[in-house]
């Protein structure tokens, strides 16, 4: 069985996550996505919450399983027999730091990581920018799940 994650933050999931994920699955038996708990970012939304959007958003694609980790991702693949990390490339930005981390995990554990390029539409999306966006009252519905839409005007307008 051939295993792949896709590991983030997804705070909160957006239409470019979900473009890769749903590629990626169907080039794999079974996808993981990882919600990695980070130290260092401030969040929006917590942990139980950013699993509960993503798994109503890809909950039409059978072989996606939604998960949480805090650990160091290699240590979550080996963990899972997951073989292949799969991640997407906005621009040229996101490109030095996904190739350093791509060479230090295959050099640290033989885990392979295939970076996936954006559709064009979303090359611009993160979600650091819909979170911004949001704060100020911006409409970020053609960026986001509609399920995600209704979370994200709570959590802001209830702040
Ligand atoms: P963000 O940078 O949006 O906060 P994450 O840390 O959750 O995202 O990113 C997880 C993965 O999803 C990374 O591989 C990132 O490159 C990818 N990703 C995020 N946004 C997009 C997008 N718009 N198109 C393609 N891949 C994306």
Redesign the pocket.
Known sequence: MKRAV??????PI????L??IKRASNHFDQIFVAV?ENRTKSSLFTVAKRIEMIRETVADLPNVIVDSWSGLLVDYCKGNSITTIV????AVT?FDY?LQMAQLNLQASGVETML?A??PA???????IVRELAHYGGDVSSMIPPNVNTAIKLRVGGK
């Not at 896709?6 to 705070?11: A, N």
């Open positions: 896709c590991p983030g933050s997804f705070d957006t239409f470019g996550h473009d890769i990695l991640k997407g490339l906005r996101d996904e996936m954006t559709a979303y090359s611009f999306l993160s979600s650091s």
